[in-house]
């Protein structure tokens, strides 16, 4: 089996899982956009309800995502994603928010940490990476929205570190999987995202090729490593799917190569 592979539930969900999460006491998952309703150009796993389709099937396709997952829908806590660094503890009086409705997820929010068992912490992708995030030993789950700016904010390091705060976590402990996203094969940014990498990374250079002038291509997946790695979770802990959702739209949905109408995958993680 692969470190992180893809599996079809008997209600026609695909989803991908990772090997290292599984043997757990979490249940996990990383949506494809196979076994939906959604038309497209969301068709037709979308699980946004800020996307644009309609929200009954956007539903619908929570419901069957849930399902397949062995997670309860109306349970699942949400965000408004805004490309921030916000970190947010889950709590039981949170549980269900943004379930089903868009202004009822948690507001400015990127990171959703819990505790807490059977309360599953939802968030959306369309090229970002999802950053799924647990400590065994505390028993807490996290999940992480990493864009550039998410990412060269450090949010992932900033969840790991704030599990360590309000729970006890010890990096060293926490596992990670890192899931599909734009790859740095599809992902050429500018000056802009290059300047802001160099304020945060001191190893800026590892993680970007020069294709011409003021264009790099960079590589999220790496970034987001090295800034777990530099707290002190375990390089042997993190495991990176390798799937770029540019090259794979068949598969996943690309904000980038789809040219910003398309659905969003979803990445879900529960304690159990």
């Not at 990476?129 to 400590?135: A, E, H, Q, T, W």
């Not at 010890?170 to 990670?176: L, R």
Request: proline fraction near 3%; charged fraction near 20%.
């Amino acid at each position: 089996m692969s470190d992180f592979f893809i599996t079809k539930s008997p209600n026609g969900v695909k989803f991908g899982q990772f090997k290292h999460l599984c043997d757990l006491p979490v249940r996990h998952g990383i949506s494809t956009r196979i076994g939906g309703i959604s038309q497209a150009p969301y068709a037709k796993l979308n699980l946004g309800l800020h996307t644009g389709d309609d929200s009954a099937a956007v539903n619908t396709n929570r419901q069957l995502f849930c399902d397949a997952v062995g997670v309860e829908f109306c349970k699942i806590v949400t965000a408004e994603q805004t490309h921030g660094d916000h970190i947010m503890i889950v709590t039981d009086c949170d549980a269900g928010k943004g379930h089903a409705l868009y202004n009822e997820s948690i507001k400015d929010t990127d990171a959703l940490i819990t505790n807490i068992t059977n309360i599953p912490l939802m968030l959306f992708f369309a090229d970002c990476v999802p950053i799924i995030i647990v400590d065994p030993i505390r028993k807490v789950v996290a999940v992480s929205h990493a864009g550039w700016k998410g990412t060269v904010a450090k949010i992932a390091q900033k969840t790991v570190l704030k599990m360590q705060d309000s729970f006890g976590s010890i990096p060293s402990d926490c596992q990670v999987g890192i899931g599909p996203s734009i790859g740095s094969c599809c992902y050429e940014v500018d000056q802009t995202v290059i300047t802001h990498l160099k304020q945060n990374f001191s190893n800026w250079r590892k993680l970007v090729k020069q294709t011409h002038e003021a264009h790099w291509q960079l590589d999220l997946w790496l970034a987001n490593k090295f800034q777990l790695e530099e707290v002190g979770v375990k390089t042997t802990n993190i495991i990176i799917s390798d799937l770029c959702t540019a090259c794979n739209t068949d598969l996943f949905f690309s904000h980038r190569a789809e040219q910003g109408r398309t659905g969003r995958l979803g990445a879900v993680v529960s304690l159990i």
